[in-house]
């Protein structure tokens, strides 16, 4: 099963690619390219290791909402980065993203009794849709059922959730433990032609 | 006691402004009539040291960060947020944009451990403030809790966020228990 994203997101992830979004916020140096790989792959071990993120919707009247998901993450063929989560129907998420896909998510996992300079932080931008595909909600579920951790999420009923993808455009990560220091990962440059 | 919220904050809230968040869905929890509650979500808020914020920026996308804060509260007993963030940081230019913020704080670290399990989801209107009351009482509030961070908090460097807390969504089985919402511009 490929990580394809639906086609009304893929449209909207070439046209935000386009504009190198990480020129439209302060953030820290952007990650040589050639980096792309090595750097997907610490924060996609990072995020199997994670049990709960925060997602933010943003609502029609502008007032942004945050929300503690379980979730579970892939990593694409072309480095593309994905995150899945259940949630309850009829929620606020819920309504936010159908009405707008902007979304953000960020986690901060401090080790049992490791200070927080040592911690490794993750926040990304993505673009988030519902997702009704049986074959994509099986592949999901088996992901996040083989995650530790899951035992407790055993209890949310999640097979009867509907289901959010969220695409990747951008995220700063920093891993102090492991040297990195904070950084930013364009993440959508994979969609941008090559020159 | 911190300062009351500003004039444009107050008229914000008072407007009933702060439940548009909601956007057609009720909150899910029932309202916890408990008459002590307020003063235990300060204490949960309290508990935390750091939270994810999420502002919106310019560009109209949210955006959360994982920032340490501290809290106390107002004559009314609602929660007052302080947060030191850089001059040009992000949080700083998204709060000069929009005053409308929403944070998240897991006390719990151990999400599988459900009985432990305490968290809480908030609304809040966000403003920078330059008086120097309020920028000594917010040092104060980090000496007692990170002493260590202090030093670094300066004028040349950092602008002082003030979040006042609207209405918050909590999860609290480790002492009893409970799971609510609180409207903190109720009567």
């Known amino acids: 099963m490929s990580l ?4 009304a997101i893929k449209a909207e992830l070439l046209k935000i690619a386009e504009s190198a979004p990480a020129s439209d916020y302060v953030v820290p140096g952007v990650f040589a390219p050639q980096r792309r790989a090595e750097l997907v792959r610490d924060i996609q071990t990072f995020l199997h290791g994670t049990v709960l993120l925060h997602l933010s919707t ?5 007032w942004p909402v945050t929300h503690c998901m379980h979730f579970a993450s892939m990593v694409g063929a072309d480095q593309s980065l994905v995150i899945y989560m259940f949630t309850q129907d ?9 009405a707008n896909p902007r979304v953000s998510l960020a986690l901060f996992r401090p080790a049992a009794g490791s200070p927080p300079e040592k911690t490794p932080y993750l ?17 999901v579920f088996d ?4 995650k530790p951790g899951f035992d407790f999420a055993k209890k949310l009923r999640l097979e ?6 969220a695409d990747v455009l951008l995220a700063i990560w920093e891993d102090p433990a492991n040297d ?7 993440v959508s440059a994979g969609l941008r032609p090559r020159a | 006691m911190v300062q009351p919220m500003s004039a444009r904050i107050s008229e914000l809230a008072r407007s009933g402004r702060h439940r548009e968040h909601q956007n057609g869905v009720p909150d899910p929890y029932k309202p916890d009539a408990e008459p002590g509650v307020r003063k235990r979500v300060i204490a949960m808020l309290d508990n935390c040291r750091v939270m994810n914020l999420t502002t919106v920026a ?3 996308w949210p955006i959360t960060s994982c920032v340490p804060y501290v809290t106390l509260a107002d004559a009314a007993d609602r929660p007052v947020l302080y947060v030191f963030v850089g001059l040009n940081s992000q949080d700083a230019v998204d709060v000069r944009h929009s005053s409308k913020v929403s944070l998240a704080a897991d006390i719990n670290q151990e999400p599988q451990n459900f009985r432990k399990a305490q968290g809480i989801q908030a609304q809040g209107l966000a403003e920078i403030v330059d008086d120097s009351i309020q920028w000594t009482d917010a040092i104060a509030a980090v000496s007692g809790k990170r002493p260590a961070l202090v030093e670094t908090f300066t004028r040349a460097t950092h602008a002082l966020i003030r979040i006042d807390v609207l209405s918050a969504l909590f999860y609290d089985v480790k002492v009893r228990p409970v799971w609510g919402s609180i409207d903190f511009m109720a009567a």
């Open chain 1, 4 to 7: 394809t994203s639906p086609p």
């Open chain 1, 58 to 62: 943003l609502g029609p009247t502008g």
């Open chain 1, 90 to 98: 009829n929620t606020r998420k819920l309504v936010n993203i159908q």
């Open chain 1, 123 to 139: 926040r990304m931008n993505a673009l988030a849709t519902v997702i009704t595909d049986e074959d994509e909600r099986t592949m």
């Open chain 1, 143 to 146: 992901t996040m059922r083989a």
């Open chain 1, 160 to 165: 009867d959730q509907p289901l959010l993808r």
């Open chain 1, 180 to 186: 990195v220091p904070a950084g930013t990962l364009d």
């Open chain 2, 58 to 60: 310019p560009n109209n």
